[in-house]
C-alpha cells in the first residue's frame, strides 16, 4: 500500500476540479499526486462537488484522504492519493469555487462533469472566476475539459468566451489570449463506489473510508500541447500523460471502441438482466460480439497507431473479474452517449457501404431497454434527460417493430438525419429488433456471429 507522502503537507491548491466523482479521484488525482510526490507541491487540488453534497462532506471529514483499490488480473494493490487538499460544492457554495478559480496558486482548472454538464450555468461559474483573475493582474489558466466530448477544449473554450464576451468584449479578449482549452481524452474504467467497496477498504486497511473506490490498473491520459504554462507539458509527460499536437485520433478511438462497444454491452446486459460488464464478458459469445463490434464498426474509421493491440487491451479490460462495473451506469444518459459514441462510427460506415451489423444489433437491443424491464420480467429505472420520453415511444409501438425502429431512429437529437430511411440501416434494425422480441438477445447475438460481416 503506498501512503502519501511528506511532501503533501507543502502542497499548494493549484488545480480546481469540478466534478468530484469516482474518476477524477482514481485517474488525474493520482497523476497530481505523482507531481507531487516528485517535489512540485503546486498540483494540489480543490476538489468541486457539482451538486451532491454527501461525498463533498464524506471527503473533507477524511481530510481528503481515500483509498484506491488497484486491480487487474494478475494484482491487487492500495493506494491512498494525497492530492485532495479540501473540497466544496458548488451549488452550496459556488463562492468558494469562484474564490478557488481566483487565487492566485491556481493554475488549471479539470473538468469532468459528464456530457450534460456542458451548459451556460457551468461557463459562468468558470467565467466568473477568470474575470477575477483578470480585475486581479493574474495570469491566466489551462482549462481542460476531460469529459467524452469530441474536442471538448474547443467546444468548452467556445461557451466560456460566449458567455465572456455576453459581459464584456475586453474579458473575452483576456481569456481568449492567455488561458489555454486543450483538448483531452482520459481512460481509465472506474465503477461508482458500492457498500462492498467501502467493505473491502475497511477490511484491508482496517478504517472506515466513504471515499473507497476500485479501478483497474490501465490508466490513459492524452491531452494537448496547448498549454497557458508551456513547461507544465513536460511535467505532465514524466507522469505518465501522454502530450500531443492532435488528440482526435485518440479521442475517437476512445469514444467509438471503449466507449460504443460499452454501450452496446450495456444494452444487451441491461436487457439479459446481467449485473456488471465482466458477468457478460464471461461468455464467449459476448466476448466475440464486442470484439466484432470494436473490428467491424469502430476501426476502420479510426487512425490511432495500433488499433488491433488497443482492441485486445480493452477486451481484457473488458473482462477484469475485479471491476464491477454496473451495466444499467454504463447504460444511463443514452440519449447523449449515443450521438457521440456510435453516430460518427454510423455515418462513415453508411458513406462507405460497409455492413454494420453488430451496430444495427446495439440498436435493437437500446430499443428493447428502453420497454424498462429485462427479458425475465424485471423492471429497471432509466437514468436519462429524454427518458419519459423515449419510454413512451417503445411502449406506443411495443409489437410493431417497423413502427417503434422509425420512431426512434426519427429522434433528431440522437440519431443523425435521413437515417430512419436509410434501406441499408433501418431494415436491419427492424430485423434485430424482432429476432430479439421473438427469440431473445442471446440468440441474436449467436445469428450475428454466424454472419459474414460479424465473425
Known amino acids: 500500500m503506498v501512503l502519501p507522502d511528506q511532501a503533501r503537507s507543502g502542497a499548494r491548491p493549484g488545480v480546481v476540479h469540478l466534478g468530484l466523482g469516482a474518476f477524477h479521484r482514481a485517474h488525474q488525482?493520482?497523476?497530481?499526486?505523482?507531481?507531487?510526490?516528485?517535489?512540485?507541491?503546486?498540483?494540489?487540488?480543490?476538489?468541486?462537488?457539482?451538486?451532491?453534497?454527501?461525498?463533498?462532506?464524506?471527503?473533507?471529514?477524511?481530510?481528503?484522504?481515500?483509498?484506491?483499490?488497484?486491480?487487474?488480473?494478475?494484482?491487487?494493490?492500495?493506494e491512498i492519493p494525497g492530492a485532495l487538499l479540501r473540497t466544496c460544492v458548488a451549488a452550496r457554495e459556488r463562492q468558494q469555487v469562484v474564490d478557488a478559480i481566483a487565487a492566485p496558486a491556481a493554475r488549471w482548472i479539470t473538468l469532468t462533469v459528464t456530457e450534460k454538464g456542458y451548459t451556460p450555468d457551468l461557463a459562468a461559474l468558470i467565467v466568473d472566476g477568470l474575470a477575477r483573475r483578470k480585475e486581479a493582474g493574474l495570469p491566466g489558466v489551462t482549462v481542460a475539459s476531460c469529459d467524452n466530448l469530441s474536442d471538448n477544449g474547443r467546444k468548452l473554450q467556445a461557451l466560456c468566451l460566449s458567455d465572456a464576451a455576453a459581459r464584456d468584449p475586453a474579458l473575452a479578449a483576456w481569456i481568449e489570449a492567455l488561458c489555454a482549452f486543450p483538448n483531452s481524452m482520459v481512460d481509465r474504467i472506474v465503477p461508482a463506489a458500492t457498500q462492498a467497496q467501502y467493505d473491502a477498504a475497511a477490511s484491508a486497511l482496517g478504517v472506515e473510508d466513504r471515499g473507497a473506490l476500485s479501478t483497474e490498473a490501465f490508466w490513459e491520459w492524452?491531452?494537448?500541447?496547448?498549454?497557458?504554462?508551456?513547461?507544465?507539458?513536460?511535467?505532465?509527460?514524466?507522469?505518465?500523460?501522454?502530450?500531443?499536437?492532435?488528440?482526435?485520433?485518440?479521442?475517437?478511438?476512445?469514444?467509438?471502441?471503449?466507449?460504443?462497444?460499452?454501450?452496446?454491452?450495456?444494452?444487451?446486459?441491461?436487457?439479459?438482466?446481467?449485473?456488471?460488464?465482466?458477468?457478460?464478458?464471461?461468455?464467449?459469445?459476448?466476448?466475440?460480439f464486442v470484439h466484432a463490434f470494436m473490428t467491424h464498426v469502430a476501426m476502420p474509421s479510426l487512425t490511432r497507431p495500433g488499433l488491433p493491440a488497443y482492441r485486445d487491451a480493452l477486451l481484457a479490460r473488458f473482462a477484469n473479474p475485479h471491476l464491477h462495473h454496473r451495466v444499467h451506469q454504463i447504460a444511463s444518459d443514452s440519449s447523449l452517449k449515443i450521438p457521440l459514441r456510435w453516430g460518427p462510427a454510423l455515418r462513415a460506415a453508411l458513406a462507405a457501404g460497409r455492413e454494420v451489423e453488430p451496430l444495427a444489433l446495439a440498436c435493437a437491443a437500446w430499443m428493447r431497454y428502453l420497454r424498462g424491464e429485462d427479458e425475465a420480467g424485471r423492471a429497471y429505472g432509466m437514468s436519462d434527460p429524454q427518458a419519459d420520453a423515449l419510454q413512451a415511444l417503445a411502449r406506443q409501438h411495443a409489437g410493431d417493430a417497423e413502427g417503434t425502429v422509425r420512431a426512434l431512429l426519427s429522434v433528431a437529437s440522437i440519431w443523425p438525419a435521413g437515417c430512419a430511411d436509410d434501406e441499408r440501416w433501418a431494415p436491419r434494425v427492424v430485423h434485430w429488433l424482432r429476432r430479439i422480441e421473438s427469440a431473445g438477445v442471446a440468440a441474436a447475438l449467436d445469428e450475428v456471429l454466424a454472419s459474414r460481416s460479424g465473425v
Open 29 to 78: 488525482a493520482l497523476v497530481y499526486e505523482r507531481l507531487i510526490a516528485g517535489g512540485d507541491p503546486r498540483w494540489g487540488v480543490v476538489g468541486v462537488a457539482m451538486r451532491s453534497t454527501q461525498l463533498a462532506d464524506d471527503l473533507s471529514a477524511q481530510h481528503g484522504l481515500y483509498s484506491v483499490q488497484i486491480a487487474d488480473a494478475g494484482s491487487v494493490r492500495w
Open 222 to 288: 492524452v491531452i494537448e500541447r496547448r498549454m497557458a504554462e508551456p513547461s507544465d507539458a513536460e511535467l505532465l509527460a514524466q507522469a505518465g500523460v501522454t502530450v500531443v499536437e492532435d488528440v482526435k485520433p485518440f479521442e475517437d478511438a476512445k469514444l467509438r471502441m471503449l466507449n460504443g462497444s460499452h454501450t452496446a454491452l450495456a444494452m444487451v446486459g441491461a436487457v439479459q438482466g446481467w449485473a456488471t460488464v465482466a458477468d457478460g464478458m464471461a461468455l464467449p459469445g459476448v466476448r466475440r
